[in-house]
T-cell receptor
Framework: AQSVTQLDSQVPVFEEAPVELRCNYS??????LFWYVQYPNQGLQLLLK??????LVKGINGFEAEFNKSQTSFHLRKPSVHISDTAEYFC??????????????FGQGTTLQVKP | DVKVTQSSRYLVKRTGEKVFLECVQD?????MFWYRQDPGLGLRLIYF???????EKGDIPEGYSVSREKKERFSLILESASTNQTSMYLC?????????FGQGTRLTVV
């Protein structure tokens, strides 16, 4: 079965430092990849998605992610974080058997804590 | 903008009660989902609906049922709430490959 692993449960970082949140998935077939962000007491908001094309995907709020098929990874990066980036981040992949339903398999989440 | 609205942000219910969580989307999406979110476990799919009156079990359907009588509304039902169902519940609708989420309902069963 498809699975998604976020390698860090918590990532503390100082403001204006770069950050990378790591995500690996298990499928060897083509999948679509997503990063969502959840601010405290809110629902999930799409940060970026990879469907096809360029392996470097740019999203909102200065985030980007790189799709690496050989390593089955989709790591999220930001060159300089702000206090307001403090949130929980979820990596997700589409269920390969679900067609275009939008059915997703999520990782466990990574809490990004930006310190002043 | 797509709007997915969950009827309650916070709920406190007693063990054994029947609980209804309501979700409405305004974009005529065919697919709707109920997820449960627990710390360290991410989001897990409870039920999925791909059309009116159509439903499919997700990864953790035990103790839950769903209802979709109209395209825009997808309800999650806890037939007899238990303390282990205390959690954050997230509703979503999707178009093509993108899912849109509601604000979540934090349910506490006491």
């Amino acid at each position: 079965a498809q699975s998604v692993t976020q390698l860090d449960s918590q990532v503390p970082v100082f403001e204006e430092a770069p950050v990378e949140l790591r995500c690996n998935y298990s499928s060897s077939v083509s999948v679509y990849l997503f990063w969502y962000v959840q601010y405290p007491n809110q629902g999930l908001q799409l940060l970026l998605k990879y469907l096809s094309g360029s392996t470097l995907v740019k999203g909102i709020n200065g985030f980007e992610a790189e799709f690496n098929k050989s390593q089955t990874s989709f790591h999220l990066r930001k060159p300089s974080v702000h206090i307001s980036d403090t949130a929980e981040y979820f990596c997700a992949v589409s269920d390969p058997g679900s067609g275009n339903t939008g059915k997703l398999i999520f990782g466990q989440g990574t809490t990004l804590q930006v310190k002043p | 903008d797509v709007k997915v609205t969950q009827s309650s942000r916070y709920l406190v219910k007693r063990t054994g009660e029947k609980v209804f969580l309501e979700c409405v989307q305004d974009m005529d999406h065919e697919n709707m989902f109920w997820y449960r979110q627990d710390p360290g476990l991410g989001l897990r799919l409870i039920y999925f609906s791909y059309d009116v009156k159509m439903k499919e079990k997700g990864d953790i359907p035990e103790g839950y049922s769903v209802s979709r009588e109209k395209k825009e509304r997808f309800s999650l039902i806890l037939e007899s709430a238990s303390t282990n169902q205390t959690s954050m519940y997230l509703c979503a609708s999707s178009f093509l490959y993108e899912a849109f989420f509601g604000q979540g309902t934090r349910l506490t069963v006491v």
